[in-house]
């Protein structure tokens, strides 16, 4: 067959509207189905359903899960101190931590770089993430460390274990104390909606958003593992990984987003945060507890 230029026109029409079918099947997003969160700043007690069995932890009774199988039931991932009181790695990365924090504060300006009232930390760990107006945005505690390590002139870089075990130090200065983020208004609200959408949009090779394991197939078993709720997923961490070493709550939810063929999230980008900030918002009122120890 003679291919005229009427031919070619055609041609370059069917592969010009393919292209762009293509383009607008790239966007196209499918979405867990999304619950009506309305996070409190004292504690999210209504859609966690778990915090009547911890509020009292003098009371806290394991058998309160009916079987040790559900024991995820509790939401035991704050439960690490004083309950597991084995010395692990966390320990080890906790004393590193405070060292280096030590080292980067002499003069007392990396504490109030990273917003500590007259340098005590306490309480710090449990209002993060927060829209900071000098960055114009809002920041985890962890990208919040590596600006202000660069003014000290050091690179402590978002995701690496030195981060991550100042950040660990300075959480543990909170222990005990619920996390306090208030995403009822301005850019943490737009940051929690956002995360939120984010934690229900179905992506990579499996097309499994977050919310497909963690709100829809909770309590279900997957590769030895049993898949918790979101709630109080922010307050044990950094968290020590038995298999790895150190990971800050963006650094393990890279973890699931490879598991599921995602492309992962680079710790301290916007989208990686808004997660952070709905999560954190999931976990308000559960207390911070560190350094805690995952398998
Ligand atoms: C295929 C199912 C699946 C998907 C999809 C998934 N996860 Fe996970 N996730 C798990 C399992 C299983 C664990 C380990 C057990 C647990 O704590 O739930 C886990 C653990 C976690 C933990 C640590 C909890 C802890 O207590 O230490 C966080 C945080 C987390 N996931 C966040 C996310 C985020 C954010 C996404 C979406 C980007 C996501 N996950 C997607 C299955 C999944």
Redesign the pocket.
């Known amino acids: 067959m003679r291919i005229d230029w009427k031919h070619y026109a055609v041609l370059l029409l069917t592969c010009v509207a393919s292209v762009s079918q293509g383009a607008e099947a790239l966007l196209y997003r499918e979405l867990e189905p999304m619950e009506q969160y309305v996070p409190r700043v004292d504690g999210d007690t209504k859609f966690s359903n778990t915090y009547r069995y911890w509020k009292d932890r003098a009371k806290l009774d394991p058998t309160l899960a009916g079987n040790p199988e559900e024991f995820?039931r509790l939401n035991w991932?704050f439960m690490d101190p004083p309950f597991n009181q084995a010395v692990h790695g966390g320990h080890f990365a906790l004393d590193h931590g405070e060292e280096r924090y030590q080292s980067l504060n002499q003069s007392g300006a990396f504490a109030k770089c990273l917003g500590a009232r007259k340098g005590n930390l306490k309480g710090l760990r449990a209002s993060y993430p927060r829209y900071l107006a000098n960055l114009g945005h809002v920041a985890g505690l962890e990208e919040v460390i590596e600006r202000c390590a660069a003014k000290e002139g050091v690179v402590m870089q978002n995701g690496s274990y030195e981060n991550s075990a100042i950040s660990l130090y300075i959480a543990s200065k909170s222990n005990g104390m619920p996390l306090r983020i208030d995403v009822s208004k301005g850019p943490m609200k737009q940051a929690y909606e956002r995360g939120r959408t984010?934690?229900h949009t179905k992506?990579?090779r499996?097309n499994?958003?977050?919310?497909?394991?963690?709100i829809h197939?909770?309590g279900k078993?997957?590769?030895g593992?049993?898949?918790?709720?979101?709630f109080?997923?922010?307050s044990?961490?950094p968290?020590y990984r038995t298999r790895y070493v150190l990971q800050s709550?963006q650094l393990?939810?890279i973890?699931?987003?490879l598991?599921?063929g995602?492309q992962p999230?680079m710790p301290g980008s916007s989208a990686s945060t808004d997660?952070e900030v709905f999560?954190t918002a999931l976990s308000n009122g559960y207390p911070i507890a560190v350094p805690?120890e995952?398998d």
């Not at 499994?208 to 963690?214: I, L, M, V």
Request: charged share 15%; hydrophobic share 40%; proline share 2%.
């Open positions: 995820w991932k984010l934690y992506s990579g499996l499994f958003a977050c919310a497909s394991c963690h197939n909770i078993h997957l590769r593992n049993t898949v918790t709720s979101p109080s997923d922010a044990h961490f968290v709550l393990r939810m973890e699931c987003q598991d599921t995602a999230l997660l999560l805690s995952r």
